[in-house]
């Protein structure tokens, strides 16, 4: 027979000391003996070699290297294994397929200049079997010349292309990275990333060259939409329009060095089919380096260069810095059921926002603002971020499980994580190929990341806040899916039992993290409400196990009791007391 439910206060007490003691005896005695005496880093079935691990990524596993670079809610753009720029989402979604026609090139003087796109050869899967690949991928790069061999390495959040030709005098090593600083969420969160190009001359006679960094406009969404190339410091900028019914379609993307002797050819030749590539590319294999100022009026250049000429004597090295940024200040992304009126078209002040804004646009107030910002503050961003890597790097981990952390905090680079204006993190679980998946952090599936957590604590703190704030309401009851912008919304569907219960205690390890005693207290009264609402609706007996139908995060209930949203409960309790 069932006995009367235990007091809250005593019946908290006794599970979370019973939580104690499971904690204590659990690590099964053969896992301790295993790691005693040091077990294998590597599984393999019977009969079976495993492919030996690697740091550096040569021939066919060059194919599938796609190395973010962003800021955190930011967008991204990737470098790949050969040193191509892909998966362009700067627009506030993601745009995996998107591969603008945009390459580096150098180009050696001599009685007949020697040019080669600053990558290694196209991977065959771009070539045949790609959406418009029967045509030749018109509009692309992949037809000019490329260097013979690649290489790529991370020591995120660097990543390293190495490049050779047996008919070069330069090799060539190319740096991708963005700022990543742990304690520095808003320097971590700019639209900017950053190519290093390291040219040796390994050769035994002086070399002049020209360096060039090129693209066509490619911010344009649909034709007639207004675009041009505009002036930028030691640079250029492309931009395209919004609208007075658009205006998300605005967007900026700029190309900037800090070389002083760089020229700026912000004027493509206008003409149809390949005709603009074909004469920027000829002014490259020529090795020229010529200026021509922004078109002040008529048809808009379709694309723009960056000239920078260097001179190298035997064995000297030479670094050119290409630093790009990216400005989208407005989308029409919104996600959510209001529980009353939508906002009006006007409104700008936060969560009232009729749509999500990125963080940066409130931090920025234009391209040039983000462009001086970047600049100026270049070297110490790049310093903070390599004192990172050092520290991450320094362990005596295996380097498969450091190689597959690097890996998954990438993602904090990638169109997954969005940062509304007022600072506060939202996501998606994942991204699909334009749009990203499964929206509002779920709580249910985001109980698992620890990175934001340890890294950027403030940041993660903003999802408590959100959490225990406008997605919970008087009842305790959370919508495990935060709406966006970020503001209270109808409460018409099942809590999540792993995810309310999993967040009581990201309350507890975010208190231990920051020590914010003051932020915790603020916190405890809707931590309270959340934990009873937890208890009646799910253990209303006190038997101290979720029974009741528990929504989890396999997008079904589980009715009776199980293991594994009773240990979330468990946890949750031991975390109140």
Not at 354 to 378: K, M, T, V
Not at 399 to 420: G, H
Not at 426 to 448: F, I, R
Not at 533 to 548: L, R
């Amino acid at each position: 027979m069932d006995r009367p439910p235990l007091p809250r206060r005593e019946f908290v007490r006794r599970s979370a000391t019973a939580l104690g003691a499971l904690s204590a005896s659990s690590i099964p005695v053969g896992a301790q003996g295993l790691h005693e005496r040091g077990a294998p880093t590597k599984m393999a079935p019977s009969g079976a070699t495993p492919a030996p691990y690697t740091g550096v990524y040569e021939g066919a596993r060059l194919n599938r290297v796609a190395f973010p670079m962003g800021g955190i809610g930011a967008g991204m753009i990737c470098l790949e294994g050969t040193g191509a720029l892909s998966q362009v989402s700067i627009r506030n979604s993601p745009d995996v397929f998107n591969a603008p026609c945009a390459f580096a090139a150098i180009a050696v003087k001599g009685a007949t200049p020697l040019a080669r796109v600053l990558e290694g050869q196209v991977p065959g899967w771009k070539l045949f079997g790609m959406r418009d690949a029967a045509t030749g991928v018109p509009g692309s790069s992949y037809g000019l010349p490329r260097y013979e061999r690649a290489s790529f390495a991370t020591r995120f959040p660097f990543a390293t292309v190495s490049l050779t030709d047996d008919a070069m005098p330069l090799t060539v090593r190319i740096t991708g990275w963005s700022p990543f600083v742990p304690g520095d969420p808003d320097n971590s969160s700019l639209p900017v990333a950053a190519l290093e190009y390291e040219f040796t001359n390994s050769s035994g006679a002086a070399v002049e060259a020209v360096f060039s960094f090129n693209t066509k406009n490619f911010l344009p969404l649909e034709n007639g939409d207004r675009h041009a190339v505009r002036a930028a410091a030691n640079g250029f900028a492309l931009w395209t329009a919004g609208k007075a019914d658009e205006p998300w379609k605005e967007a900026w993307f700029s190309a900037t060095t800090s070389d002083a002797g760089a020229l700026v050819n912000h004027a493509w030749f206008r003409g149809g089919w390949w005709d603009p590539l074909t004469m920027a590319w000829k002014d490259v294999a020529s090795a020229s380096a010529i200026a021509r100022p922004p078109i002040a009026s008529g048809d808009p250049s379709p694309g723009a260069t960056l000239f920078v000429p260097l001179a190298l004597a035997p064995g000297a090295k030479r670094t050119v810095v290409v630093q790009l940024a990216w400005y989208s200040p407005r989308t029409r992304l919104r996600r959510g059921t209001d529980p009353g009126q939508a906002p009006s078209a006007g409104a700008t002040d936060g969560a009232s926002l009729p749509s999500y804004q990125p963080w940066y646009a409130g931090r920025f107030s234009s391209i040039d603002a983000l462009n001086a910002y970047w600049a100026s503050n270049y070297a110490d961003l790049r310093a903070r971020s390599d004192r990172f890597a050092t520290a991450f790097y320094d362990t005596t981990l295996p380097p498969e499980v450091v190689d597959a952390v690097a890996a998954n905090l990438a993602i904090l680079k990638s169109p997954t994580i969005l940062r509304q204006v007022d600072g506060r993190m939202w996501a998606w679980e994942g991204c699909e190929d334009a749009v990203g998946c499964c929206s509002g952090t779920c709580t249910h599936v985001w109980n698992y990341a620890q990175a934001v957590a340890h890294l950027f604590p403030s940041l993660e703190r903003t999802l408590r806040e959100t959490e225990f704030g406008p997605s919970q309401d008087e009842r305790g009851h959370q919508a495990f899916r935060t709406a966006l912008p970020i503001r209270p919304q109808v409460h018409d569907f099942h809590a999540a039992s792993d995810g309310q219960l999993g967040g009581i205690m990201k309350v507890y390890r975010d208190w231990r993290i920051s020590g914010d005693t003051a932020w915790l207290r603020r916190m405890w009264p809707a931590v309270k409400a959340s934990l009873d609402y937890c208890i009646e609706t799910w253990d209303p007996a006190h038997k101290g196990w979720c029974e009741e139908p528990h929504h989890n995060t396999y997008d079904i209930e589980f009715w009776g009791p199980d293991g594994m949203i009773t240990s979330f409960y468990l946890g949750a309790l031991q975390a109140a007391v």
